[in-house]
């Protein structure tokens, strides 16, 4: 692996939060416009319409239960999780909803111990890194009040 393969990562990794942390604050503007199952549709519809950009053909020598497998993860996976944010923005703060986002990796790498042993510890670095995030978003968070 070279440097600019690294490199490009890296940039992707960065542009990728830059974007994912803007939705934010975005959906709780539009909020002010548009019902949480409106945004969602149009977040969706647009999503769908890019896809299509990027690759114009159906998927081919899909079977009917690897269909169904993908409905489900696009039912549980993407439309309740950004139902559930969009409805969660309507009652909290960006950031609140930001740190509840923060937090979801930890209980999705918790329950990967729980229920598969085998794969793999949690290494010293994630939680590391999790607590870190943590503290910059509750810096974010709490605004420099004192307690």
Not at 30 to 37: C, I, T
Not at 46 to 56: C, D, E, H, T
Request: some cysteine; proline content about 4%; glycine content about 8%.
């Amino acid at each position: 692996m070279n440097g600019t393969f690294s490199l490009k990562g890296h940039v992707a990794a960065l542009l990728t939060i830059l974007f994912w942390g803007t939705t934010f604050i975005a959906t709780k503007v539009l909020l002010e416009y548009m019902q949480p199952l409106e945004i969602l549709f149009s977040r969706f519809l647009l999503g769908y319409l890019a896809l299509w950009i990027v690759a114009p053909h159906p998927m081919r020598n899909v079977s009917l239960r690897q269909e169904a497998y993908f409905a489900a993860v696009g039912f549980f996976g993407i439309f309740l999780y950004y139902l559930l944010e969009n409805i969660a923005l309507t009652c909290t703060f960006a950031s609140n909803v930001g740190v509840m986002v923060v937090v979801a990796p930890l209980f999705t790498a918790i329950l990967q111990r729980v229920f598969l042993p085998l794969e793999g510890r949690l290494e010293p670095g994630f939680l590391a890194g999790f607590f870190l995030a943590m503290a910059g978003i509750a810096l974010i968070s709490f605004n420099g009040m004192s307690f």
